[in-house]
């Protein structure tokens, strides 16, 4: 009852705000409005409005959750905000708590959920494929896996176009690290400071951010200075970072590599973009020493930078071996690795298995997410609206001290809060605390970096300027209210 | 009247299947090895398949899904619908299906109860990972704890049996401190960094390091030069220990009844031995029941139960989901104590519409006595499959228990030497009379019986009297 009173009051307030602000949200200048709103408190930011009820709740409640969780659930597994929100139902960019209360997500699943919450498309691909046959493995003919991958392939580069099928991003890149020392011969592989690729044993090794590293044997992994444009040592200039990649091949191997695998956008260290001009140094430094270059757009693949299908685009490179996951089902638990004809035949000297990657239901929802990519136009839209956004955020930028950095592109996109400018002190405490205003304001975004001072902003794709609006307005009311 | 084997047109098959003649041939004394059996009848009519036909995806395999893919039959088969305990080609043939895609097709194929289930959810939410909150894993969770003994209840959720092996061999370094794992020859744990290290089959096994990995004699009743001596395979294990560790140790895996392996069941009493000597050298013990869980074995729920032990560790996969990529590692508090030192996070790892999956297969088989069912349908099958080892030579061992049977063929009896090329022969034949079962074993030389548990007497009758048609012919 208590719940009921507080959510009706809220609606009633929101409602108010909502005739309110309508002037403003109906302006055709939004740097108007930013500009105009600088040097003055914001307004009580509202949700677009959106023409659709969720259907009424009667599962059990957060309470129950919470205590089932701690009992039967892993001891490390966590959740966001003080009060965690139990989230029952999702339309497009949108979430429902038990309330039926909407939410903006702003965190996408963690960049999961590409096309949209139950995209029709997607769903009724699942849905089909599910009543005919759900699971006979690939020892058996079935066209989806084959139409699938074709599928994959056209949107691939070069010569990428060999498919393997996994679950997972950690599966994918496991299986990326494998090829690359099977096909080389050698063992040492570098990836970047900050980076985050998994969490089994080579995968493990590969991720470099102590807080997701346990004290196990994690060999045959070099980690290079990471080309930060916002905290590392050369600012953007990516060719000096890329020196110490010479240097580990030089010195800390017999001079030959397996490979180097890099995030394009790093996601779980913060969305930091890698400085401009280090893949193409990197690159030809690998080659060099007989080493594969491994492209992990598990994050940002999939339309999601906006400029280009994938990550490593935007830097003039084609990888040899590429590993996605995450968005490439809408949420399916799906992987792949794509790689030339050449690299591929390394597995053909023992078996390699996967019982259920490439199953008819992933493969049939992942080809519907193809399609619903390219049909609505959602790299358009990810680099029309993620511009925009980032433009506003870049606004916000200007009015809030706090505000250290605002980067990324498209709908992968990073804010970083620290307590000095150029000290560059993370403020962690605040970044909880805007965090939890904004999601009492409706907008639900992530978290990242090494020091957990980064707001994570990757919707599902069909994400709009309104809803942008929205977001920033949120933020900026809660970075007010600090 | 003798019905051809290359009738695939539905009406003529379904116009012999009700015939008079049909009902008589469940009755196996009635069966006569010079015709091909028929598949016991089934009031389902497949939908018209109008997709892309068995060679246009074959050449579409071949380009884009690498040349390391391998596939059954010389003539690959095209599988476009499944229902309960059959499978259906392009052109409408119905199949018996001996193989749940590799024991993972628990309950049925297309299930109505688990369909549903996945369709209910699917419409409400399919991913928002477990930084919010959501019922649907927690239910799971609770549901699967209940399922087991001791002081197992703290369920972590991965996406296959590799994940989970390898998250329980992070869990058990971490918890002992220790590095060195122990792992059976012949086993099967998956095909990851870590997991290819306790995979113990040069086959599944790439160049890459591997750790310490010590692998074990195995304790194969039918191969193993100590027979079904528990107490001799179990020395060598202790011989490990004191030789080629420091005397601690991280860890000890097994299956209860080896899957890839060639369905090879552990001497018995084994288990019970070895976890003695594992513990006692601060290792944790981990049971893969990624095949012989949820009641596959008949006589108890988890494999392990069948050694009467209690593992401090035990992962699954395959048939958790009937088919949903799912997997999940069951430990007890003080284990998972320790990772809570770092953040482990699997991002769609007890997603909503697995969970609902995963909690509509427990359901399905608790309501439909799967367990049960398994006893008594396995009982029938290996009582069967031993007459007919009585009858032919090549039959050199009938093992395995539930709907967990493996057949060996050897083409001598004494010195076991693995018929190979026949097992492919009867492999292909056996497809064209309408059985589809799997193959294993170091050698090839094992049929693996391992259908959805929906599987019925009926459908193993016609199974045996396929086997005893097909190798009439060789």
Same mark, same amino acid.
């Given at each position: 009852?208590?719940?009921?009173?507080?959510?009706?009051?809220?609606?009633?307030?929101?409602?108010?705000?909502?005739?309110?602000?309508?002037?403003?949200?109906? =302006?055709?200048?939004?740097?108007?409005?930013?500009?105009? =709103?600088?040097?003055?408190?914001?307004?009580?930011?509202?949700?677009?409005?959106?023409?659709?009820?969720?259907?009424?709740?009667?599962?059990?409640?957060?309470?129950?959750?919470?205590?089932?969780?701690?009992?039967?659930?892993?001891?490390?597994?966590?959740?966001?905000?003080?009060?965690?929100?139990?989230?029952?139902?999702?339309?497009?960019?949108?979430?429902?708590?038990?309330?039926?209360?909407?939410?903006?997500?702003?965190?996408?699943?963690?960049?999961?959920?590409?096309?949209?919450?139950?995209?029709?498309?997607?769903?009724?691909?699942?849905?089909?494929?599910?009543?005919?046959?759900?699971?006979?493995?690939?020892?058996?003919?079935?066209?989806?896996?084959?139409?699938?991958?074709?599928?994959?392939?056209?949107?691939?580069?070069?010569? /990428?176009?060999?498919?393997?099928?996994?679950?997972?991003?950690?599966?994918?890149?496991? /299986?990326?690290?494998?090829?690359?020392?099977?096909?080389?011969?050698?063992?040492?592989?570098?990836?970047?400071?900050?980076?985050?690729?998994?969490?089994?044993?080579?995968?493990?090794?590969?991720?470099?951010?102590?807080?997701?590293?346990?004290?196990?044997?994690?060999?045959?992994?070099?980690?290079?200075?990471?080309?930060?444009?916002?905290?590392?040592?050369?600012?953007?200039?990516?060719?000096?970072?890329?020196?110490?990649?010479?240097?580990?091949?030089?010195?800390?191997?017999?001079?030959?590599?397996?490979?180097?695998?890099?995030?394009?956008?790093?996601?779980?260290?913060?969305?930091?973009?890698?400085?401009? =001009?280090?893949?193409?140094?990197?690159?030809?430094?690998?080659?060099?020493?007989?080493?594969?270059?491994?492209?992990?757009?598990?994050?940002?693949?999939?339309?999601?930078?906006?400029?280009?299908?994938?990550?490593?685009?935007?830097?003039?490179?084609?990888?040899?071996?590429?590993?996605?996951?995450?968005?490439?089902?809408?949420?399916?638990?799906?992987?792949?690795?794509?790689?030339?004809?050449?690299?591929?035949?390394?597995?053909?000297?023992?078996?390699?298995?996967?019982?259920?990657?490439?199953?008819?239901?992933?493969?049939?929802?992942?080809?519907?997410?193809?399609?619903?990519?390219?049909?609505?136009?959602?790299?358009?839209?990810?680099?029309?609206?993620?511009?925009?956004?980032?433009?506003?955020?870049?606004?916000?930028?200007?009015?809030?001290?706090?505000?250290?950095?605002?980067?990324?592109?498209?709908?992968? /996109?990073?804010?970083?809060?620290?307590?000095?400018?150029?000290?560059?002190?993370?403020?962690?405490?605040?970044?909880?605390?805007?965090?939890?205003?904004?999601?009492? /304001?409706?907008?639900?975004?992530?978290?990242?970096?090494?020091?957990?001072?980064?707001?994570?902003?990757?919707?599902?794709?069909?994400?709009?300027?309104?809803?942008?609006?929205?977001?920033?307005?949120?933020?900026?009311?809660?970075? =007010?209210?600090? | 009247?003798?019905?051809?084997?290359?009738?695939?047109?539905?009406?003529?098959?379904?116009?012999?299947?009700?015939?008079?003649?049909?009902?008589?041939?469940?009755?196996?004394?009635?069966?006569?090895?010079?015709?091909?059996?028929?598949?016991?009848?089934?009031?389902?009519?497949?939908?018209?398949?109008?997709?892309?036909?068995?060679?246009?995806?074959?050449?579409?395999?071949?380009?884009?899904?690498?040349?390391?893919?391998?596939?059954?039959?010389?003539?690959?088969?095209?599988?476009?619908?499944?229902?309960?305990?059959?499978?259906?080609?392009?052109?409408?043939?119905?199949?018996?299906?001996?193989?749940?895609?590799?024991?993972?097709?628990?309950?049925?194929?297309?299930?109505?109860?688990?369909?549903?289930?996945?369709?209910?959810?699917?419409?409400?939410?399919?991913?928002?990972?477990?930084?919010?909150?959501?019922?649907?894993?927690?239910?799971?969770?609770?549901?699967?704890?209940?399922?087991?003994?001791?002081?197992?209840?703290?369920?972590?959720?991965?996406?296959?049996?590799?994940?989970?092996?390898?998250?329980?061999?992070?869990?058990?370094?971490?918890?002992?401190?220790?590095?060195?794992?122990?792992?059976?020859?012949?086993?099967?744990?998956?095909?990851?960094?870590?997991?290819?290290?306790?995979?113990?089959?040069?086959?599944?096994?790439?160049?890459?390091?591997?750790?310490?990995?010590?692998?074990?004699?195995?304790?194969?009743?039918?191969?193993?030069?100590?027979?079904?001596?528990?107490?001799?395979?179990?020395?060598?294990?202790?011989?490990?220990?004191?030789?080629?560790?420091?005397?601690?140790?991280?860890?000890?895996?097994?299956?209860?009844?080896?899957?890839?392996?060639?369905?090879?069941?552990?001497?018995?009493?084994?288990?019970?031995?070895?976890?003695?000597?594992?513990?006692?050298?601060?290792?944790?013990?981990?049971?893969?029941?990624?095949?012989?869980?949820?009641?596959?074995?008949?006589?108890?729920?988890?494999?392990?139960?069948?050694?009467?032990?209690?593992?401090?560790?035990?992962?699954?996969?395959?048939?958790?989901?009937?088919?949903?990529?799912?997997?999940?590692?069951?430990?007890?508090?003080?284990?998972?104590?320790?990772?809570?030192?770092?953040?482990?996070?699997?991002?769609?790892?007890?997603?909503?519409?697995?969970?609902?999956?995963?909690?509509?297969?427990?359901?399905?088989?608790?309501?439909?006595?799967?367990?049960?069912?398994?006893?008594?349908?396995?009982?029938?099958?290996?009582?069967?499959?031993?007459?007919?080892?009585?009858?032919?030579?090549?039959?050199?061992?009938?093992?395995?228990?539930?709907?967990?049977?493996?057949?060996?063929?050897?083409?001598?009896?004494?010195?076991?030497?693995?018929?190979?090329?026949?097992?492919?022969?009867?492999?292909?034949?056996?497809?064209?009379?309408?059985?589809?079962?799997?193959?294993?074993?170091?050698?090839?030389?094992?049929?693996?019986?391992?259908?959805?548990?929906?599987?019925?007497?009926?459908?193993?009758?016609?199974?045996?009297?396929?086997?005893?048609?097909?190798?009439?012919?060789?």
């Amino acid at each position: 009852m208590q719940r009921l009173v507080t959510s009706t009051s809220r609606l009633r307030s929101a409602k108010d705000e909502f005739s309110r602000c309508r002037r403003r949200w109906f =302006s055709p200048m939004p740097e108007q409005a930013a500009s105009a =709103s600088k040097n003055e408190e914001p307004s009580f930011p509202t949700l677009p409005r959106f023409e659709y009820s969720p259907p009424r709740y009667t599962g059990p409640t957060t309470e129950e959750i919470i205590r089932k969780r701690k009992e039967f659930l892993s001891p490390s597994m966590f959740c966001f905000y003080t009060k965690p929100v139990n989230i029952v139902h999702g339309k497009m960019q949108y979430l429902f708590d038990e309330n039926g209360r909407r939410y903006l997500d702003g965190f996408g699943g963690i960049a999961t959920v590409s096309c949209g919450h139950g995209h029709p498309d997607v769903v009724r691909a699942i849905v089909n494929q599910t009543s005919k046959i759900q699971h006979s493995t690939i020892l058996y003919l079935n066209h989806v896996i084959a139409d699938f991958a074709e599928a994959l392939a056209s949107k691939m580069p070069g010569d /990428l176009k060999v498919v393997f099928f996994t679950n997972s991003g950690t599966e994918a890149n496991e /299986l990326a690290m494998m090829i690359a020392r099977l096909y080389t011969g050698c063992q040492d592989v570098i990836s970047l400071r900050n980076a985050y690729h998994g969490n089994a044993a080579g995968t493990m090794g590969a991720t470099a951010m102590c807080n997701w590293k346990f004290n196990v044997v994690q060999s045959g992994v070099h980690h290079t200075q990471n080309p930060d444009p916002y905290r590392g040592a050369f600012g953007s200039d990516g060719e000096k970072y890329a020196k110490d990649v010479e240097d580990i091949i030089q010195y800390g191997t017999s001079g030959h590599a397996a490979g180097f695998i890099f995030e394009a956008i790093q996601g779980v260290g913060g969305i930091v973009e890698l400085a401009p =001009s280090y893949l193409t140094s990197v690159y030809s430094t690998i080659k060099k020493a007989g080493g594969l270059v491994i492209a992990d757009e598990v994050q940002c693949g999939f339309a999601r930078t906006g400029s280009n299908f994938w990550g490593f685009q935007n830097h003039d490179i084609v990888p040899d071996i590429v590993t996605m996951a995450k968005g490439i089902g809408n949420g399916i638990p799906l992987g792949a690795v794509v790689t030339t004809p050449e690299v591929a035949k390394v597995l053909t000297r023992r078996n390699y298995f996967n019982t259920f990657g490439g199953n008819p239901v992933s493969t049939a929802a992942g080809l519907a997410v193809l399609k619903v990519i390219e049909r609505e136009k959602l790299q358009e839209n990810a680099h029309v609206v993620g511009s925009y956004l980032k433009e506003r955020l870049s606004s916000l930028q200007d009015k809030h001290e706090i505000i250290g950095d605002v980067r990324g592109r498209g709908l992968i /996109l990073g804010v970083e809060l620290v307590a000095d400018r150029k000290l560059k002190t993370p403020a962690n405490a605040e970044v909880l605390e805007v965090m939890d205003n904004m999601k009492d /304001l409706g907008v639900l975004i992530g978290k990242g970096g090494f020091y957990g001072n980064v707001f994570r902003i990757t919707p599902p794709l069909c994400f709009t300027k309104q809803d942008a609006d929205f977001l920033v307005d949120a933020m900026d009311y809660s970075l =007010s209210k600090l | 009247m003798a019905v051809q084997r290359n009738i695939s047109n539905t009406k003529t098959l379904n116009y012999f299947l009700n015939s008079k003649w049909v009902s008589n041939l469940s009755s196996h004394r009635r069966f006569s090895s010079a015709q091909p059996p028929e598949l016991p009848p089934f009031d389902y009519q497949p939908v018209p398949y109008k997709g892309p036909l068995a060679d246009q995806v074959f050449e579409k395999r071949k380009k884009y899904l690498g040349p390391s893919l391998f596939h059954y039959y010389q003539n690959p088969l095209n599988i476009v619908e499944g229902k309960m305990q059959y499978l259906f080609d392009e052109n409408g043939r119905r199949y018996l299906d001996a193989f749940a895609g590799i024991v993972t097709v628990s309950c049925g194929h297309c299930h109505p109860e688990i369909l549903r289930a996945i369709e209910e959810q699917n419409k409400l939410l399919q991913h928002a990972t477990t930084i919010y909150l959501h019922h649907a894993i927690t239910d799971f969770a609770e549901g699967l704890a209940a399922k087991m003994p001791g002081n197992l209840k703290v369920v972590y959720f991965v996406n296959s049996g590799t994940e989970a092996n390898e998250l329980a061999m992070l869990m058990a370094r971490l918890y002992s401190g220790n590095l060195g794992m122990i792992a059976l020859r012949n086993a099967y744990h998956g095909g990851s960094a870590g997991t290819i290290g306790l995979t113990a089959l040069n086959t599944w096994k790439y160049p890459i390091p591997q750790g310490e990995i010590h692998h074990v004699v195995n304790p194969n009743p039918y191969r193993g030069v100590f027979g079904s001596d528990a107490s001799l395979y179990a020395q060598d294990v202790q011989d490990h220990i004191d030789h080629g560790t420091s005397g601690r140790v991280a860890g000890f895996i097994s299956e209860t009844i080896q899957g890839v392996g060639g369905a090879v069941e552990l001497a018995p009493g084994y288990l019970k031995l070895v976890y003695e000597m594992v513990r006692k050298a601060g290792g944790v013990c981990i049971a893969d029941e990624v095949q012989t869980g949820f009641g596959r074995t008949g006589s108890h729920y988890w494999g392990f139960q069948t050694q009467d032990v209690i593992p401090d560790i035990v992962t699954m996969a395959k048939g958790i989901g009937n088919g949903l990529p799912l997997g999940a590692v069951v430990t007890t508090p003080e284990i998972a104590q320790v990772m809570a030192q770092k953040i482990q996070f699997n991002t769609f790892g007890g997603n909503p519409v697995c969970s609902a999956g995963g909690l509509a297969v427990l359901k399905v088989l608790d309501k439909e006595n799967r367990q049960k069912h398994c006893a008594d349908v396995g009982s029938h099958l290996i009582g069967r499959l031993k007459n007919l080892q009585q009858k032919f030579d090549i039959i050199g061992d009938v093992r395995g228990r539930g709907l967990m049977v493996g057949i060996e063929l050897v083409t001598d009896r004494k010195d076991k030497t693995p018929a190979k090329a026949e097992t492919a022969v009867l492999f292909e034949k056996l497809r064209e009379v309408g059985v589809l079962v799997g193959k294993g074993g170091l050698h090839g030389n094992v049929f693996r019986i391992k259908p959805p548990m929906c599987f019925n007497k009926d459908d193993a009758d016609f199974l045996v009297d396929a086997l005893d048609y097909s190798m009439s012919k060789l």
